[in-house]
């Protein structure tokens, strides 16, 4: 462990890792909590469009995906809120247009030789400080965000029509989450790629959900659990020189199968 350690891409990596952790294991609390997770699958994989428009305009990666996600993010929570009986086609759609148009756009990019399994799978190991300092800025939003409107939020969460009958706006802290949840997935694909997202977005919260009820509780047990994921997924990585994403999520997927089991034979 100390040995893995005295490589500075190791050291970024934890450092990304478990920043990742903290805006995971908080919206994928609220993301879980109000049953958003096909809503978050297709943001993650509509963003696929963004990273093809950064490749093809030589734009920022982070920047464009960033924008394109956050309008298909708007578009979804525009759509379902006034079409709530089509939203798994409307979201079907615009899950497959982001990710053809992001391939057309790579297609039509001569000379583009980037690794692109890196986005879909994750690469943490080449993580740069340009990326953490992203990683960073959004959890201190998510941070900011939750702890300001944390009752609005909760409210929201387990009945939005009380929360309607007390004011406050179901529309607009819906559109927040689904905001919040597109920035998370696009700070979180350098870690595990767009593929693998939505399973690091709800499996501690999966698993959190067994043990505690609270909504500040949930998201505090789940950071818990995906910083836990992390390391011991990047200490699997290292020693059986294996793809860093996916052992984090196959630590995770592993975890819940046993948390799973003991409360079937309990």
Known sequence: MVEMLEFTFMQNALLAGLLI???VGVVGTLVVVNKMTFLAGGIAHSSYGGIGIAIFFGLPILLSTSIFALICAGIIAFLTIKQRQRV?????VIWAGGMALGIMLVDMTSGYNVDLMS??????????SEDILFILGVDILILFV???????????SYDSEFATL?????????????LLATLTVVAAIRVVGLILVIALLTIPTYIAENFVNRLSHMMILS???????????LIVSYFYDL?????????????????KVFYAVK
């Open 223 to 233: 950071t818990i659990l995906a910083i836990m994921f992390t390391i011991v997924g």
């Open 119 to 128: 986005y879909l799978f994750g690469s943490i190991l080449a993580v740069s």
């Open 21 to 23: 952790a903290i805006a």
């Open 243 to 259: 793809s860093s994403g996916a052992s984090i999520i196959m630590v995770a997927i592993l975890a819940l199968v046993v948390v």
């Open 146 to 156: 939750v702890f300001l409107f944390y009752k609005e939020l909760l409210a929201v």
């Open 166 to 178: 007390r004011g406050i706006s179901v529309k607009v802290f819906y559109t927040l989450m689904l």
């Open 88 to 92: 798994d086609a409307l979201i079907g």
